[in-house]
C-alpha cells in the first residue's frame, strides 16, 4: 500500500515538474512548491510513514526538486554561454596585437620607400647639381674678371614681356602718327599712309632696338677694345637714326609732290639736299622719328644689364639652380610625404591599439559582470534548493505517526558543478597587450625620431653641392 502510495505521489510530481518552467533569473520557492505540490507530497508521504526510514536515497519529491532546480541552473548556464561567445566573439574582432607588432615595422617601411625614390632620383640630381655649380663658378669668374662687385640687374620675365610690348606699342604709336602725314601723298588715304608709315617704323624701331641691345651696350665694357667697339656701334646707330628719319622725311616730300618714284627721288635728294625739307611737317616727321627710335634703343639697352653678356650669364646660372633646387626640393617634399604619411601611421596605429585595449578592458568588465551574475543565480539556487528541501522534510516530519526519521534527511543533495571559462585567460592577455602598449608608448618618440633622422639622412645624400656653395643666403631651399 505504502509502495503504490509513493509510485502514484512520484507520479504526479513529474508531471507537475515538467510543466513549471520560469524566465527569471530567482527562483521562487512558493511557486515552486504550488507547482510540485512539495507541501502536499510531504504530508500524503509523512501520514503513510513515507520515505522509508531505513532508506539512504532521496524521494521522488526531493528527486524531482532537485532536477527542478538543475533545469534552471541548466537553462541559465546555457543562456550565460551564449552572451560570453558573443562578447568573446567581439574581442577577436580586435585584433589590436599584431598592429602593435606592426608598429616597428613603420620606420622600416619608410626607408624602404626614401631608398627607392633616392636611387632613383640621385643620377639627375647629381647631374642637375654639376651644372649648377659649373655655371655658378663660370658667372664668379666672370664677375672677376671683369670686376663686377654689383649683383645683375635686369627686368624679371613679365617686365621683359612688358619690353616688347612697349616695342610694339613705338611701332604701332610711330605708324599712328605718321599715317596723317603719308596720306597726304597717297590715293589711298589715311590706310594707304598708316601701311606705308607702319613699314617704315618697324624698321626705324626694330633696328634701333636690336642695335641697341647688342652692340651699343658695348660701351659699358671695362676693357677699350670692347668700350671702343661700343663708341663705333653708338656713332653708327646714331648715323643710322639720323639717315633713317632724313630718309622717311624726304620719302614723306616726294609723295606731297605726286613723285612717281617716291623712294627714287627722295634718295636723290638724299645725296643732293640732305637736310633741304619741303615743309615744317616733314621736320616734324623728321623729329619724330629720331625720337621713337631713340626710344626703341633705351628700351634694348634696358631690357638686358647695361655690362655686356653679365645678365646672360646669370640667367644661365639662375635657370640651372632653378633646376637644382626644384628637382630637390620636389624629392624632399615626397620625402615629406612618406615622412607624414609614417607619422601619421604611427599616430593611427598607437590610438587604434589604445582604443582597442580599452574595449578589451570593456569586454573582460563584461564577462566578469556576465560571470558575477551567473554565481548570484547559483548561489540562489542553492538557497532555493535548501529551503524546499528543508521544508519538505520539516513537513514530512510532522506528518509521520512512527516518529522516525530517514538518515538522508540530516544531508542536502549536492547540485551538478557549473563553471564559467575564458575571463581569467583574456586577463592574461590583457595584461601582456597593456604592457605592450606601455612599450610602444615609451618607445614612439624614438621612433619619430628616427623617422626624423631617416628623413634628414636621405636629404643629405641628395645635397651633392653644399646648399650654402650655390646659394649662400639659402633663399631658394630652406
Given amino acids: 500500500m505504502k509502495k503504490s502510495v509513493s509510485s502514484l505521489w512520484a507520479s504526479k510530481s513529474s508531471l507537475a515538474a515538467k510543466q513549471y518552467n520560469s524566465n527569471s533569473d530567482v527562483l521562487d520557492v512558493s511557486e515552486i512548491d504550488e507547482h510540485l505540490g512539495v507541501t502536499e507530497s510531504a504530508r500524503q508521504l509523512g501520514s503513510s510513514n513515507l520515505p522509508n526510514p531505513l532508506s539512504s536515497s532521496l524521494s521522488s519529491m526531493e528527486t524531482q526538486i532537485v532536477q527542478t532546480i538543475e533545469r534552471h541552473r541548466q537553462k541559465k548556464f546555457d543562456q550565460t554561454m551564449l552572451e560570453l561567445q558573443k562578447v568573446q566573439n567581439d574581442i577577436a574582432h580586435l585584433n589590436e596585437l599584431p598592429d602593435l607588432q606592426n608598429v616597428w615595422l613603420i620606420e622600416t617601411n619608410f626607408e624602404r620607400e626614401a631608398t627607392q ?134 620719302i614723306r616730300d616726294q609723295l606731297v609732290l605726286e613723285s612717281l618714284e617716291p623712294a627714287k627721288m627722295a634718295l636723290v635728294e638724299l645725296k643732293n639736299n640732305l637736310f633741304e625739307f619741303s615743309d615744317l611737317f616733314s621736320w616734324l616727321l623728321f623729329a619724330v622719328s629720331v625720337s621713337f627710335a631713340f626710344g626703341a634703343m633705351m628700351d634694348g639697352l634696358l631690357i638686358d644689364d647695361l655690362y655686356p653678356g653679365y645678365g646672360a650669364m646669370a640667367r644661365k646660372s639662375e635657370a640651372a639652380l632653378n633646376d637644382y633646387f626644384e628637382e630637390l626640393d620636389e624629392v624632399r617634399q615626397e620625402l615629406e610625404e612618406f615622412k607624414l604619411s609614417a607619422l601619421m601611421e604611427l599616430e593611427k596605429s598607437i590610438e587604434k591599439a589604445k582604443s582597442s585595449i580599452s574595449n578589451y578592458r570593456s569586454f573582460i568588465d563584461r564577462k566578469k559582470t556576465i560571470k558575477l551574475h551567473f554565481e548570484q543565480i547559483l548561489s540562489d539556487s542553492d538557497r532555493a534548493l535548501t529551503l524546499l528541501i528543508q521544508h519538505f522534510r520539516s513537513e514530512n516530519e510532522l506528518a509521520r505517526t512512527d516518529g522516525l526519521r530517514p538518515p538522508h534527511f540530516d544531508q542536502l543533495p549536492a547540485l551538478k558543478n557549473l563553471e564559467i571559462p575564458w575571463v581569467e585567460q583574456d586577463e592574461q592577455q590583457l595584461i601582456l597587450h597593456t604592457r605592450l602598449m606601455q612599450t610602444l608608448t615609451s618607445q614612439s618618440e624614438d621612433i619619430r625620431n628616427k623617422l626624423h633622422q631617416t628623413f634628414q639622412k636621405y636629404l643629405d645624400q641628395l645635397v651633392f653641392v653644399p646648399i650654402d656653395t650655390l646659394d649662400p643666403l639659402q633663399q631658394r631651399f630652406n
Avoid: D
Fill in 117 to 250: 625614390l633616392v636611387s632613383e632620383q640621385s643620377q639627375l640630381i647629381r647631374s642637375l647639381a654639376s651644372n649648377a655649380q659649373k655655371k655658378v663658378r663660370e658667372l664668379h669668374r666672370f664677375k672677376e674678371q671683369n670686376q663686377l662687385q654689383r649683383e645683375p640687374e635686369y627686368p624679371s620675365s613679365s617686365s621683359q614681356f612688358l619690353r616688347y610690348c612697349l616695342l610694339v606699342f613705338l611701332i604701332v604709336i610711330e605708324a599712328l602718327f605718321n599715317a596723317e602725314f603719308f596720306s597726304e601723298g597717297l590715293s589711298s588715304g589715311l590706310l594707304g599712309g598708316f601701311t606705308y608709315a607702319a613699314s617704315l617704323a618697324a624698321i626705324n624701331v626694330l633696328m634701333s632696338f636690336f642695335l641697341g641691345k647688342s652692340v651699343v651696350r658695348l660701351i659699358n665694357h671695362r676693357k677699350w677694345p670692347q668700350k671702343l667697339a661700343g663708341l663705333i656701334a653708338l656713332t653708327l646707330t646714331i648715323c643710322f637714326v639720323v639717315m633713317m628719319a632724313v630718309a622717311i622725311a624726304h
